[in-house]
């Protein structure tokens, strides 16, 4: 069975083509910049060279199709007919109450991602194009969609409501939700088989720290607490998010400024976080390279993320009152190691200790980067989303029925 699993964001779009049976990637590459005349589609196929090629992608079923029309090149594709991919998994981010699982998509389930929408605003009508794109180019095939909220579902109450009046939940389903659920599930359940541990047992913290970046408190190998909220905008500063703020900001800042509910909402999901403060780039890359070159806002940028970020672990620590094992995750904290040493470093009151060199070292692999000493195993565990949505897909679409 080939697995064709879709991320699609506002204006990317990341995909990954597995062979089942031995779960090896095919092809992957992505689309950035989608709606753009100079958009860039990056191929990869199994056993060739990354392809790069810069035209105009207007939109989600252009970028689909540009993507196909990659799997199946004569040349660099790697199937004869993209009717030979079996299925298509999507990552979709809100599925809200609704969903606890991975589902197919029938026209219910696309009704009901559209109903969050407002949820999430940056990632719930990207996924809609993404599934509706595919209908367009491959009709026949069947889709599945797994979702970022669902791993949170185990949340209690007391983690997931908020002190604001109960008919807000009763009516609207006003609450904690979480997201990137996916890669804390996944993450959590490697770190304690890399540790060799049994996780019912284990008090772990999971940061997943990317262009959205999130922290999640895993009790017993299930989500107690974590950051994000009713929508991703909730938590840890990110990268063009504000996460945590005063909520009286919002309505303060909208009668000064004479913003509307759109541009407050713009400039708190798309304007704000790294950005907002470097005054220059979203990307930690970009920050660290200024940090680098003495600019005072980057450096400032920089420590308010780490902050932030250290305020969670320690919160987490008094929620689970104790932690064993601290994760790191997705593109900033699977490679800043400085990003780490310097969260590590101010966590030695909880007995965290590292290891500099073996934080320092550069690999792709699944890793301690604690010594011996510390208290609480301190862990890089690369994620990998993609290849869980497939799973799911492949064992849902394999069910008897
Ligand atoms: N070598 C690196 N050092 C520091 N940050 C990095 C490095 N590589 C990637 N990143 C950062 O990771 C972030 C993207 O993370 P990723 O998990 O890919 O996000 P998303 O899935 O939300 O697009 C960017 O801020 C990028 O700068
Ligand atoms: C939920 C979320 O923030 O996702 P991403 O990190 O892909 O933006
Ligand atoms: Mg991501």
């Known amino acids: 069975m080939k697995i064709l699993v879709i991320n699609a964001g506002s204006s990317s779009l990341k995909f990954q083509l597995y062979r089942m049976h031995d779960e090896s990637v095919l092809a992957k590459g992505k689309v950035e910049r989608i709606g753009m005349e100079t ?58 109450e609704s969903f606890k699982g991975t589902v197919i998509v029938n026209e219910e389930v696309k009704r009901e991602i559209k109903q969050l929408f407002d949820l999430a605003p940056l990632h719930n009508p990207a996924h809609l194009l993404g599934i509706t794109a595919v209908e367009a180019n491959i009709p026949e095939v069947s889709q599945t969609v797994t979702f970022d909220t669902a791993f949170h579902q185990t949340m209690p109450p007391l983690s997931y409501l908020y002190p604001i009046p109960m008919v807000l939940y009763k009516r609207h389903k006003i609450r904690r939700y979480g997201f990137h659920g996916t890669s804390h599930d996944y993450v959590s359940k490697h770190a304690a088989a890399f540790l060799g541990k049994p996780l019912e047992q284990l008090k772990m ?42 909520p009286a900001i919002v309505p303060f800042a909208m009668s000064k400024e004479e913003l509307t509910l759109n541009e407050v909402n713009s400039m708190l999901n798309k304007h704000s976080g790294l950005m907002a403060i470097s005054g220059t780039s979203s990307d ?55 990003l780490r040493k310097a969260v590590c470093d101010n966590l030695t009151f909880m007995g965290i200790e590292l290891d500099d060199e073996l934080n320092a070292q550069r690999s792709g692999s699944e890793r301690l980067i604690s010594s011996p000493a510390s208290r609480v195993a301190v862990l890089v565990i690369p ?19």
Do not use: W
């Open 39 to 96: 958009a860039i589609l990056t191929y990869e196929p199994e056993n060739g060279p990354e392809l790069r090629e810069v035209s105009e992608i207007l939109d989600h079923t252009t970028a689909i199709r540009k993507v196909l029309a990659s799997i199946v090149d004569p040349d660099t594709g790697v199937l004869k007919s993209v009717n030979e991919i079996d299925a298509v998994g999507h990552r979709v981010v809100h599925g809200g």
């Open 205 to 246: 913290i999971t940061c997943h720290i990317g262009n959205g970046a999130s922290c999640t408190a895993v009790l017993g190998g299930k989500s107690l607490d974590t950051s994000m909220g009713m929508t991703p905008l909730e938590g840890l500063m990110m990268g063009t998010r504000s996460g945590d703020i005063d």
């Open 284 to 338: 930690m890359r970009e920050i660290q390279q200024a940090m680098q070159d003495g600019d005072s806002k980057a450096e400032l940028a920089f420590q308010m993320y780490e902050y932030r970020l250290r305020k969670y672990i320690g919160a987490y620590a008094a929620a689970m009152n104790g932690l064993d094992v601290l994760v790191f995750t997705a593109g900033v904290g699977e490679n800043s190691a400085i």
């Open 383 to 401: 994620t990998n989303e993609e290849l869980v949505i497939a799973r799911e897909a492949h064992a849902l679409l394999n069910q008897p029925n």
